[in-house]
């Protein structure tokens, strides 16, 4: 007897033992419960704590379809929490999953799942309520009298006037108590996908006014009413999204469209520029921001957005239409003429369905897919692969200028500034009225130190894009090297004037001045440049003003 109770001591020690060692293993592994003892927060502040690894852990297991054990964690989570109003929801979710027959859609899928450790019950800091089979039969009982509305034996029930409701249309019924933000989008999305927009738009206000920060439901929200022409409510629902996402161009570019839709063009234009600026060279940023400009007159500035865009999409069939339409309105017919026909060309090969197609044609789209793979690689900064892409191109179609174009870009980004003017003089060869080609072929020749070649690239790509601000700051940065001083403090004027916070273009004339001993216009500008985030503009300021004293 002695031995027994011996042994039984022991074993009741070691029971202990690990009790507390699995206590202090989570408390230390679980930040939420650490810092909530080391700040001596309540007992009840703890019991909040593991009821929601509770109400996680259910939605592990839920997620997972296995919805027996999701019921149980949510039945620990209310018993630790009774007031958990999205444990209580789910928990009903679960229940009625358990009670669907299976072709509703109640089975529970019958693979094995390993909980990850942190949703490993809590059962060391406090003991659960339902630790018991009583008392899990208990809550149970309990929570299915609180739901009354839940039929757990569908056997009992007499037959339905009509056939049983589907799954969403079971939860549907229950949407008085249920204020769950994602069930609303589930529905919503449902109803959406089925063209009921207007019980959709419902659907997404709640689950909004569930969770005002749900940026799923605010998207389908603004897609219905901008499909259905209800622009305020819309721009409305994209200003909150860019709120929401502000690191979002797509946002950005949906609320610019809705600015242009209402021939609100400044807002428009600043909504296009801010998605390119998040997503360079995006093709359809620059070709909406260019029919804006278009809208405001600015033919100079809609072309080069236009150019711009065929360029990253020599395909983009609407950005030709667009550039012919506004070369016709310069005068330039002949121009506009070849643009228009571009554009018939390719929205009638878009149209072709040729199942087999031939030898030629199957070239072609090899070469095109090669030649949109290398514009993913530069973007993806990946210039050695695109420039294998471009060159293969080239092998293909010797006649492509804005393959030049791309790889004499790489070429000039390494300073192969011999195979850079190579390539831009083909692209030009090819395309006389390509004004990017002959700005950045300039900026070849200068870094080659031929500056009189330079800027005389630099003045035709001004001929061709009137406003393009690289090509003023870099002729200027030509004719500073070349001693003339009022040259280019008038071309830095005029980047300026372009573009008021070019810290580059502010920096440049600083220096201007600075050589022309007008020292107090060169720490304006630096100061100005400086506080825009030119690091070099900020040293020269410095200078200046030690000197001075």
Excluded at 515 to 532: F, I, P, R, S
Aim: one cysteine or more.
């Amino acid at each position: 007897m002695v031995l027994i109770y011996t042994i039984g001591g022991v074993l009741l020690s070691y029971c202990i033992l690990s009790m507390i060692t699995y206590a202090i293993f989570h408390w230390c592994k679980n930040p939420r419960l650490s810092d909530a003892l080391s700040n001596e927060y309540s007992i009840d502040t703890l019991k909040l704590i593991q009821a929601d690894a509770f109400f996680q852990k259910g939605r592990f297991f839920h997620d997972k379809g296995i919805f027996s054990m999701a019921a149980t964690a949510y039945e620990n989570c209310l018993g630790m929490d009774d007031s958990h109003n999205m444990a209580r929801q789910h928990h009903k979710y679960a229940v009625l999953q358990k009670a669907l027959p299976s072709h509703i859609g109640g089975q529970e899928t019958s693979r094995s799942i390993s909980v990850p450790e942190e949703f490993a019950p809590l059962q060391s800091v406090f003991p659960s309520p339902y630790s018991s089979t009583q008392a899990k039969e208990t809550a149970k009982t309990k929570a299915l009298e609180e739901e009354e509305d839940i039929v757990v034996d569908l056997s009992t029930l007499p037959p339905p006037a009509e056939p049983f409701p589907s799954l969403g249309a079971a939860l549907q019924a229950d949407t008085v108590e249920n204020n769950n933000a994602q069930a609303f989008f589930d529905r919503g999305h449902t109803l959406h996908k089925q063209g009921l927009l207007s019980d959709a738009i419902s659907e997404y206000s709640q689950a909004i006014e569930a969770d005002p920060n749900f940026i799923k439901a605010y998207i389908g929200r603004a897609s219905i009413q901008t499909q259905e022409k209800q622009m305020e409510g819309a721009l409305s629902d994209y200003s909150k999204l860019v709120q929401l996402e502000p690191q979002n161009p797509l946002l950005f570019y949906k609320r610019g469209n809705i600015f242009l839709h209402t021939n609100k063009l400044d807002e428009a234009i600043n909504d296009y520029s801010t998605a390119l600026k998040l997503s360079p060279n995006n093709p359809k940023s620059l070709n909406r921001r260019g029919t804006a400009y278009f809208k405001k007159q600015l033919f100079d500035l809609a072309t080069a957005d236009f150019n711009k865009a065929i360029i990253w999409n020599p395909d983009f069939a609407e950005a030709y239409s667009n550039r012919g339409i506004v070369r016709k309105q310069m005068g330039l017919k002949e121009q506009a003429q070849q643009d228009f026909i571009k554009a018939e060309s390719i929205a009638k090969k878009g149209k072709e369905k040729d199942s087999t197609p031939t030898p030629h044609k199957a070239l072609q789209e090899k070469t095109e897919q090669i030649f949109q793979q290398g514009l993913l690689d530069l973007q993806n900064g990946e210039e050695a692969k695109a420039l294998t892409s471009f060159t293969r191109v080239i092998a293909v179609a010797p006649s492509n200028p804005t393959a030049y174009f791309h790889r004499a870009t790489i070429h000039l980004g390494y300073r192969r500034l011999e195979n850079a003017i190579a390539d831009f003089t083909a692209a030009l060869k090819y395309d006389p009225d390509f004004g990017e080609a002959y700005s950045k072929r300039g900026q070849a020749n200068m870094l080659n130190n031929l500056y009189i070649d330079a800027i005389n690239d630099f003045n035709k790509s001004i001929e061709l894009m009137p406003d393009h601000l690289d090509s003023y700051i870099n002729r200027g940065r030509a004719n500073s090297q070349r001693g003339l001083r009022d040259e280019a403090i008038a071309d830095f004027s005029k980047a300026i004037t372009i573009n008021p916070e070019s810290n580059s273009a502010l920096y440049h004339r600083g220096l201007e001045w600075q050589n022309k001993g007008d020292y107090l216009n060169a720490m304006e500008d630096l100061n100005n440049a400086c506080k825009l985030g030119n690091n070099a503009a900020c040293i020269a300021y410095m200078n200046i003003q030690a000197s001075a004293q």
